[in-house]
């Protein structure tokens, strides 16, 4: 009896090394952690946030969770505002300091 089993965990030992032997090799790719390409955004306080950029949050119906601010030569004074949505998704919205929305 012992002699069966330990011809079973052999047998089934090789059909596990040969199936996953079938499998390709999955490559590993580093991880690049991705930073802003213009500026480093700094925190600051919700209520530091421009009139505008607050007024076009709020036509969007967005709770806003944080905000910070970054300086770009280009654009001047760059907003990134973590908000709830309705249906209570967090997401970054970029805008400048005139409430225009950014693509990022």
């Given at each position: 009896?012992?002699?069966v089993l330990v011809a079973l965990v052999i047998v089934m030992g090789l059909v596990f090394s040969v199936a996953k032997a079938d499998e390709p090799l999955?490559?590993?790719s580093p991880k690049v952690e991705q930073r802003d390409s213009r500026e480093d955004f700094t925190p600051i306080e919700v209520n530091n946030l421009p009139e505008a950029v607050i007024d076009e949050l709020s036509c969007e119906g967005?709770?806003?969770k944080e905000a910070f601010i970054a300086y770009s030569r280009s654009?001047?004074?760059l907003y990134k505002v973590i908000i709830?949505?309705?249906d209570f998704?967090?997401?970054a919205v970029f805008l400048?300091?005139?409430g225009n929305i950014?693509?990022?």
């Open positions: 009896m012992k002699k999955k490559k590993k967005a709770l806003i654009e001047g004074k709830l949505s309705s998704h967090e997401q400048n300091e005139r950014l693509n990022r």
